[in-house]
């Protein structure tokens, strides 16, 4: 068991865990969802995704903003999975982001949508 994101406590008042899968998929969500320079100790963390929600939709910067994902995930998460498809969808203020991966440890390649703006 790996500790959950976001820090949190369990019914016991623990520190929460998660699965694996369910872990991965949080440290996903955390690369995805932090600012370049919001993390003090590694200022170059970050894809910065939610930035592009109020911003210009074209499929010139969705190809620019699946890279800059693309790139961040094999930098950051590239010993844990193997980004196999990424597609950003964008729609009035609100980005889909799905990701196909393969968790290297178990050899499961598995499919998210991470939604980021206002539904």
């Known amino acids: 068991m790996d500790i959950a994101y976001p820090y949190g406590f369990d019914t016991r008042g623990r520190t929460a ?3 694996y899968p369910a872990h ?3 440290m996903i969500e955390q690369l995805l969802l932090t600012r370049p ?3 003090v100790n590694r200022p170059d963390f970050g ?3 939610e ?3 109020f ?3 074209s499929p ?3 190809a620019a903003v699946e890279l800059s994902l693309q790139t961040a995930l094999a930098r950051w998460l590239g010993d844990v999975i193997e980004v196999r498809a990424l597609q950003v ?3 009035d203020a609100t980005l889909l982001v799905r990701i196909e991966y393969l968790l290297r440890a178990l050899g499961e390649t598995r499919t998210e949508d991470i939604e980021v703006g206002t539904p």
């Open 47 to 49: 894809a910065g995704l």
């Open 51 to 53: 930035r592009h929600v």
């Open 37 to 39: 320079g919001e993390r």
């Open 24 to 26: 991965v998929r949080q």
């Open 55 to 57: 911003g210009p939709s």
């Open 17 to 19: 865990s998660a699965d």
């Open 89 to 91: 969808i964008s729609e």
């Open 60 to 62: 010139e910067v969705a």
